[in-house]
C-alpha cells in the first residue's frame, strides 16, 4: 500500500512560480512511475506531467511543456512539480499518483495510487 500526501500548493498572480511535493509513506517508492495530474472546476481530470523510476525519462501534457518540471528524490521518497511562468489557467487541483508499471504514461486509468490533492490558484 502507498500513501501519497501533497503539498505546497497556493495563491499566486499570473507569471509566479510554485514548486508542489508529494510525499510517499511506501518502501518501494522508487519501484514506481509518478505522475502529476490536475483537474479544474467543471473539466475532467488532466495529465500534467510523469516521470519514471530512475528519473531519467519524463513526459510533459503540451500545455505545460518548458513552464513546468517534474523530478523527484527517491532516498526521501518525494517526487516534485516545479511550476514557472504560471497562468491563471494553470488553476486547478493538482494531484500525484503512483503507477506500478516501468514505461511511463499519461492515461489517469494507468495508475494505482492517488494522493488527496493540493489546490492551485493563479490570479491574473
Known amino acids: 500500500q502507498v500513501q501519497l500526501v501533497e503539498s505546497g500548493g497556493g495563491l499566486v498572480q499570473a507569471g509566479g512560480s510554485l514548486r508542489l511535493s508529494c510525499a510517499s509513506s511506501?518502501?518501494?517508492?522508487?519501484?514506481?512511475?509518478m505522475g502529476w495530474f490536475r483537474q479544474a472546476p467543471g473539466k475532467e481530470r488532466e495529465f500534467v506531467a510523469v516521470?519514471?523510476?530512475?528519473?531519467?525519462?519524463?513526459y510533459y501534457a503540451n500545455s505545460v511543456k518548458g513552464r513546468f518540471t517534474i523530478s523527484r528524490d527517491n532516498a526521501k521518497n518525494t517526487v516534485y512539480l516545479q511550476m514557472n511562468s504560471l497562468k491563471p489557467e494553470d488553476t486547478a487541483v493538482y494531484y500525484c499518483?503512483?503507477?506500478?508499471?516501468?514505461?511511463?504514461?499519461?492515461?489517469?486509468?494507468?495508475?494505482?495510487?492517488w494522493g488527496q490533492g493540493t489546490q492551485v490558484t493563479v490570479s491574473s
Open positions: 499518483a503512483a503507477g506500478a508499471r516501468e514505461s511511463v504514461v499519461s492515461s489517469s486509468s494507468r495508475y494505482d495510487y
Open positions: 511506501g518502501r518501494t517508492f522508487s519501484s514506481y512511475i
Open positions: 516521470i519514471n523510476w530512475s528519473g531519467g525519462h519524463t
